[in-house]
Nanobody
Framework: QVQLVESGGGLVQAGGSLRLSCAASGSIFSINAMGWYRQAPGKQRELVATIASRGSTEYADSVEGRFTISRGNAKNTVILQMNSLKPEDTAVYYC???????????????WGQGTQVTVSS
């Protein structure tokens, strides 16, 4: 079983910053990529940012230049630094890991429980 634990959400004023952390643990053999998705009320879950095992990153256009995704110092951790936050960034943020539990297992997606980010105007 694989667990993803997120931390760092909260309430911040527009223009402020927040830092989200996510740690993956459990019976996982390797992780190909980790990332963050978000879901606002009444909207579909959307990609925010991802980082591959070799370090390449991808960002949603809406956060490019404001958010930075990076690997944490500990193994299987990922950080999302969010600067210049806007009210439209308000959502539940979910950590995602794409990995395998054994060398021959198919690639699977694992999700955290989500952390609320609220940006007030």
């Amino acid at each position: 079983q694989v667990q993803l634990v997120e931390s760092g959400g909260g309430l911040v004023q527009a223009g402020g910053s927040l830092r989200l952390s996510c740690a993956a643990s459990g019976s996982i053999f390797s992780i190909n990529a980790m990332g963050w998705y978000r879901q606002a009320p009444g909207k579909q879950r959307e990609l925010v940012a991802t980082i591959a095992s070799r370090g390449s990153t991808e960002y949603a256009d809406s956060v490019e230049g404001r958010f930075t995704i990076s690997r944490g110092n500990a193994k299987n951790t990922v950080i999302l630094q969010m600067n210049s936050l806007k009210p439209e960034d308000t959502a539940v943020y979910y950590c995602n890991a794409a990995g395998v539990q054994t060398p021959r297992a198919p690639l699977s997606d694992y999700w955290g429980q989500g952390t609320q980010v609220t940006v007030s105007s």
